[in-house]
């Protein structure tokens, strides 16, 4: 009986893994994000979009990920952003805010965040 058992959950796990490896993945992924927008606009509106237009073409050949949380604060745009594109929070992910701190200057600098 354990023989059985071994060999059945093997097989799974073999299959599994082989399933994985046949994915295509996608050459590019792009994410737009509206601030202020609800994810349910998308479909109230449908009939307002252009029969060829982006967001038609966006829900009827893209991926939309609807009524998804997380759980982040503060509620910027550049934490929010971040938040979504990593699925991370803040405190994982190291974008706090929308300003960044210079430790040279004491002060706090109003420019986006970049890497120099």
């Avoid at 994915?23 to 927008?37: A, Y």
């Avoid at 509106?45 to 604060?73: H, Q, V, W």
Wanted: with cysteine; charged share 15%; net charge positive.
């Amino acid at each position: 009986m354990q023989r059985i058992i071994v060999a059945a959950l093997s097989f799974l796990l073999f299959a599994q893994g082989k399933a994985q490896n046949n994915l295509q993945r996608p050459k590019l992924v792009v994410g737009i994000m509206v601030d202020q927008m609800r994810w349910d606009y998308l479909y109230r509106y449908y009939d307002r979009y252009a029969p060829n237009g982006g967001f038609k073409r966006m829900l009827n050949n893209g991926f939309s990920c609807e009524n998804a949380m997380i759980p982040y604060t503060p509620t910027y745009t550049g934490c929010g952003h971040s938040s979504v594109y990593t699925g991370s929070v803040p405190a994982i992910n190291g974008i706090a805010g929308n300003y960044w701190w210079d430790k040279e200057k004491c002060d706090l600098c109003i420019v986006p965040k970049t890497i120099p």
